[in-house]
């Protein structure tokens, strides 16, 4: 006879099949497989005191916490005791509502009050598939540490197999005895880009008896046969005003009643504030409200008629100050923080953000243009930079502008931005000019490498690697008694100037100049003695460039280790993870590169990273990788039409990024043989090829694989004999190359 423990494996795997599937391999409940509650021989089948007592687990809702200052919902929690009290079967109740309006306090409020009335309440976070497991797995845990005796559950937790142990919750949910259960799933229907198994993970379809209560929270109604309860807005005002004393922590404001009650009622009434509740764990600053536009567009154009340069000022620093560099505390602050930078800009257009620049107010401004460009959003600051540098020169003069390491710093951001916009030529000609000013400036010339490396960037962004490699070996021969300089830009220069040779070999010379430079700049370490992640990798690089490959996989492995530290929450880490991603690639470690990939999608990781559409999209884009390298073509052709509909429903303008999936998916569609369907994607590739000119790099590196890929497709529809597909692909190409890349290429 299986083990207890045997037998919950060998169900749970009967899960993935059909429940007919399932009748025929004598694999379904009941046919001698057997949940973890049971021992090898002896079945609970009698409902009797004694064993009813191990279903009654603590409540553990450690995830959320109920608000201190909870006010009103009194209608919304009777309705769902009314609801949940029609009968002895499972119901599900669903709280529909705007996010932010209330819908998960509720949930915790219904909880509080009735807990009495279950066995055991469960909160499962539904805003992806692995939370959805996580939180059934940490219920796996409740049980087994409430019922240590209880055979099979220690076996299955040791396997830490996040899945299985999962689909052995949700058989004990299903148990016949253990029907005083109450499941709250919050978030459910919010789920990130790459998440196309979420729908299969419906507890509602998944638990197989007919007992229970879940309580779902969502933005938008659910299935028809559930009970639907839609939260709105408070119609009470005094609700409203008690809600916002409470949470402001000011009572007093109260006795103004004529000014402050008005100002609520109107306000409120029109859906003009909205409160900002922050969060738990206390990352996303105090709790504060949020202004309508067309109130703050009239505070700021009709309320306060004469500008008070003195409060812009102050508010650049404020904000300034604020910008997070890294930490846990990034993705939630620089969130809240992105329209107070999105406003800056505005005022430094509209020349009201002060009446010239100090040091300290340029340094401001350079903290606000790089929150910009960490966001990937390099086309937002570009004005910017040119102006404010302009302006530096007019007013301090042409050499000084590169004495002092404000202002030279700013020199470098714009090169950097101009040159991520693909603006080469105009990169190329800054870069010349910085050159030219260091030239005569004393003990300049460790600053001169610094920009000779960025035009090395430069040229090889824009295809001139041999260009590129000549100006570094000239670059590190000329300064080489310097050191190496002073400013941390210099080590991230290093990872772009070998990322380009990951596919193809680096030259002999070029290979002997990083080798030189590493020697010399010596280990670079961080606070706790270890050598730097940046370093680190760059040696990894050298070793693979060398064939040495023992050696680069041991040192792989020590970059993983200072990865996998790295708190989820982290901005650093969410740095680290493409370069990690890259030397995988690499190596052809197809284990590591699924390890990564699914790393990538637990813990905050897959939540925090929705606030930034460059990170959720080099996620989900290497999830498509992944499932094209283990052939997974069904997968990957899913994964991209479901990143192309989140990049459509996306507010932000996000061209290169749809261009990436479309060329992905009509290499998807070749490798299947889908000649027609290759070509449709492709062609609205090459439609985007206008839109991406100036806004990513390696633009003629696109330009070129999409049309060797277009022209790969004629050559199929020419086998097939379709003259006519092949005539249509051919006209693309040369329409193609002749304006977008030009006829060198």
Same mark, same amino acid.
Not at 90 to 116: D, F, P
Not at 155 to 177: F, G, N, P, Y
Not at 194 to 221: A, F, K, Q, V, Y
Not at 532 to 558: M, P, V, W
């Given at each position: 006879?299986?083990?207890? !423990?045997?037998?919950?494996?060998?169900?749970?795997?009967?899960?993935?099949?059909?429940?007919?599937?399932?009748?025929?391999?004598?694999?379904?409940?009941?046919?001698?497989?057997?949940?973890?509650?049971?021992?090898?021989?002896?079945? !609970?089948?009698?409902?009797?005191?004694?064993?009813?007592?191990?279903?009654?687990?603590?409540?553990?809702?450690?995830?959320?916490?109920?608000?201190?200052?909870?006010?009103?919902?009194?209608?919304? @929690?009777?309705?769902?005791?009314?609801? /949940?009290?029609?009968?002895?079967?499972?119901?599900?109740?669903?709280?529909?509502?705007?996010?932010?309006?209330?819908?998960?306090?509720?949930?915790?409020?219904?909880?509080?009050?009735?807990?009495?009335?279950?066995?055991?309440?469960? $909160?499962?976070?539904?805003?992806?598939?692995?939370?959805?497991?996580?939180?059934? /797995?940490?219920?796996?845990?409740?049980?087994?540490?409430?019922?240590?005796?209880? #055979?099979?559950?220690?076996?299955?937790?040791?396997?830490?197999?996040?899945?299985?142990?999962?689909?052995?919750?949700?058989?004990?949910?299903?148990?016949?005895?253990?029907?005083?259960?109450?499941?709250?799933?919050?978030?459910?229907?919010?789920?990130?880009?790459?998440?196309?198994?979420?729908?299969?993970? @419906?507890?509602?379809?998944?638990?197989? %008896?007919?007992?229970?209560?879940?309580?779902?929270?969502?933005?938008?109604?659910?299935?028809?046969? &559930?009970?639907?309860?839609?939260?709105?807005?408070?119609?009470?005002?005094?609700?409203?005003?008690?809600?916002?004393?409470?949470?402001?922590?000011?009572? %007093?404001?109260?006795?103004?009643?004529?000014? /402050?009650?008005?100002?609520?009622?109107?306000?409120? =009434?029109?859906?003009?504030?909205?409160?900002?509740?922050?969060?738990?764990?206390?990352?996303?600053?105090?709790?504060?409200?949020?202004?309508?536009?067309?109130?703050?567009?009239?505070?700021?154009? *009709?309320?306060?008629? @004469?500008?008070?340069?003195?409060?812009?000022?102050? +508010?650049?620093?404020?904000?300034?100050?604020?910008?997070?560099?890294?930490?846990?505390?990034? $993705?939630?602050?620089?969130?809240?923080?992105?329209?107070?930078?999105?406003?800056?800009?505005?005022?430094?257009?509209? =020349?009201?953000?002060?009446?010239?620049? %100090? *040091?300290?107010?340029?340094?401001?401004?350079?903290?606000?243009?790089?929150?910009?460009?960490?966001?990937?959003? #390099?086309?937002?600051?570009?004005?910017?930079?040119?102006?404010?540098?302009?302006?530096?020169?007019?007013?301090?003069?042409?050499?000084?502008?590169?004495?002092?390491?404000?202002?030279?710093?700013?020199?470098?951001?714009?090169?950097?931005?101009?040159?991520? !916009?693909?603006?080469?030529?105009?990169?190329?000609?800054?870069?010349?000019?910085? !050159?030219?000013?260091?030239?005569?400036?004393?003990?300049?010339?460790?600053?001169?490498?610094?920009?000779?490396?960025?035009?090395?960037?430069?040229?090889?962004?824009?295809?001139?690697?041999?260009?590129?490699?000549?100006?570094?070996?000239?670059?590190?021969?000329?300064?080489?008694?310097?050191?190496?300089?002073?400013?941390?830009?210099?080590?991230?220069?290093?990872?772009?100037?070998?990322?380009?040779?990951? &596919?193809?070999?680096?030259?002999?010379?070029?290979?002997? $100049?990083?080798?030189?430079?590493?020697?010399?700049?010596?280990?670079?370490?961080?606070?706790?003695?270890?050598?730097?992640?940046?370093?680190?990798?760059?040696?990894?690089?050298?070793?693979?460039?060398?064939?040495?490959?023992?050696?680069?996989?041991?040192?792989?492995?020590?970059?993983?280790?200072?990865?996998?530290?790295?708190?989820?929450?982290?901005?650093?880490?969410?740095?680290? /993870?493409?370069?990690?991603?890259?030397?995988?690639?690499?190596?052809?470690?197809?284990?590591?590169?699924?390890?990564?990939?699914?790393?990538? &999608?637990?813990?905050?990781?897959?939540?925090?990273?929705?606030?930034?559409?460059?990170?959720?999209?080099?996620? +989900?884009?290497?999830?498509?990788?992944?499932?094209?390298?283990?052939?997974?073509?069904?997968?990957?052709?899913?994964?991209?039409?479901?990143?192309?509909?989140?990049?459509?429903?996306?507010?932000? #303008?996000?061209?290169?990024?749809?261009?990436?999936?479309?060329?992905?998916?009509?290499?998807?569609?070749?490798?299947?043989?889908?000649?027609?369907?290759? =070509?449709?994607?492709?062609?609205?590739?090459?439609?985007?090829?206008? +839109?991406?000119?100036?806004?990513?790099?390696?633009?003629?590196?696109?330009?070129?694989?999409?049309?060797?890929?277009?022209?790969?497709?004629?050559?199929?529809?020419?086998?097939?004999?379709?003259?006519?597909?092949?005539?249509?692909?051919?006209?693309?190409?040369?329409?193609?190359?002749?304006?977008?890349?030009?006829?060198?290429?």
């Amino acid at each position: 006879m299986f083990s207890s !423990l045997a037998k919950l494996v060998a169900w749970q795997d009967a899960q993935r099949l059909t429940p007919h599937e399932r009748a025929n391999t004598g694999m379904e409940p009941g046919n001698d497989i057997i949940a973890p509650v049971y021992s090898a021989d002896t079945r !609970l089948d009698i409902a009797t005191e004694e064993n009813r007592g191990v279903y009654k687990l603590k409540s553990r809702l450690s995830d959320v916490e109920l608000v201190p200052f909870y006010t009103g919902r009194c209608d919304e @929690n009777a309705q769902i005791q009314q609801l /949940f009290q029609q009968g002895r079967s499972r119901i599900t109740v669903v709280l529909s509502g705007l996010g932010g309006i209330g819908k998960t306090q509720i949930a915790l409020k219904y909880a509080a009050v009735h807990e009495s009335e279950y066995d055991a309440i469960y $909160w499962v976070n539904y805003r992806s598939i692995d939370t959805v497991k996580q939180s059934l /797995f940490a219920v796996a845990e409740r049980i087994h540490h409430q019922n240590p005796f209880l #055979p099979g559950w220690k076996e299955v937790l040791e396997l830490q197999d996040i899945k299985k142990t999962s689909l052995a919750v949700i058989d004990w949910l299903s148990q016949t005895h253990n029907d005083r259960w109450l499941v709250i799933c919050d978030g459910y229907g919010q789920g990130p880009i790459d998440d196309s198994s979420l729908e299969n993970w @419906n507890l509602h379809e998944m638990i197989r %008896t007919n007992h229970g209560h879940i309580l779902i929270t969502s933005r938008w109604p659910q299935s028809d046969g &559930f009970h639907h309860i839609s939260v709105e807005k408070f119609t009470d005002m005094s609700l409203g005003v008690d809600l916002l004393l409470e949470c402001s922590k000011k009572p %007093t404001l109260r006795d103004d009643k004529l000014e /402050f009650g008005d100002a609520v009622r109107i306000l409120y =009434e029109h859906a003009m504030i909205e409160l900002h509740g922050g969060v738990t764990d206390n990352r996303s600053g105090s709790i504060g409200f949020r202004i309508h536009n067309c109130v703050h567009s009239w505070t700021i154009h *009709v309320l306060n008629k @004469n500008w008070d340069y003195g409060i812009s000022s102050l +508010a650049l620093g404020c904000i300034a100050s604020t910008v997070p560099h890294d930490g846990t505390s990034y $993705w939630h602050i620089s969130q809240r923080l992105l329209a107070h930078a999105n406003r800056v800009i505005d005022l430094f257009h509209q =020349e009201k953000l002060t009446k010239g620049y %100090t *040091v300290g107010q340029v340094e401001q401004i350079q903290t606000i243009i790089n929150f910009f460009l960490t966001l990937g959003r #390099p086309g937002t600051v570009r004005e910017m930079c040119i102006s404010l540098y302009e302006q530096l020169e007019e007013s301090i003069g042409d050499i000084n502008t590169y004495r002092h390491p404000t202002t030279l710093m700013l020199a470098w951001d714009m090169i950097q931005t101009l040159s991520s !916009l693909g603006n080469y030529d105009q990169a190329e000609i800054w870069c010349n000019r910085a !050159l030219s000013r260091l030239s005569d400036i004393p003990n300049g010339r460790r600053l001169k490498r610094l920009f000779i490396y960025l035009m090395a960037r430069n040229n090889m962004s824009r295809g001139q690697t041999e260009k590129g490699t000549q100006l570094l070996i000239a670059g590190l021969d000329e300064c080489q008694d310097e050191g190496i300089s002073a400013f941390p830009s210099e080590e991230y220069l290093m990872p772009a100037i070998w990322v380009p040779y990951l &596919f193809k070999e680096m030259p002999t010379d070029l290979q002997t $100049w990083l080798g030189n430079y590493m020697n010399q700049q010596g280990t670079v370490t961080m606070d706790n003695h270890q050598p730097s992640f940046k370093y680190l990798c760059t040696q990894i690089y050298l070793f693979l460039s060398r064939h040495d490959n023992g050696t680069a996989k041991a040192l792989l492995a020590e970059a993983r280790e200072i990865f996998d530290r790295v708190d989820s929450a982290d901005y650093a880490k969410a740095c680290m /993870f493409p370069t990690l991603m890259a030397l995988y690639i690499k190596l052809e470690d197809q284990r590591e590169i699924q390890s990564l990939c699914e790393a990538a &999608f637990t813990g905050d990781w897959e939540t925090l990273w929705q606030s930034d559409s460059e990170h959720s999209f080099l996620m +989900a884009f290497t999830r498509i990788y992944a499932h094209v390298t283990c052939c997974q073509f069904d997968k990957a052709v899913i994964a991209c039409q479901k990143t192309l509909d989140k990049l459509k429903e996306s507010q932000v #303008p996000c061209p290169v990024l749809r261009f990436d999936v479309l060329f992905m998916l009509g290499s998807v569609f070749i490798a299947q043989g889908r000649v027609f369907d290759a =070509e449709e994607h492709l062609t609205a590739a090459i439609d985007l090829t206008a +839109a991406i000119i100036g806004q990513a790099e390696n633009t003629s590196y696109r330009f070129k694989r999409l049309t060797d890929m277009m022209d790969y497709v004629r050559e199929c529809y020419e086998q097939q004999g379709n003259q006519a597909g092949a005539q249509r692909c051919l006209k693309l190409v040369q329409g193609c190359r002749s304006e977008r890349l030009g006829t060198d290429t």
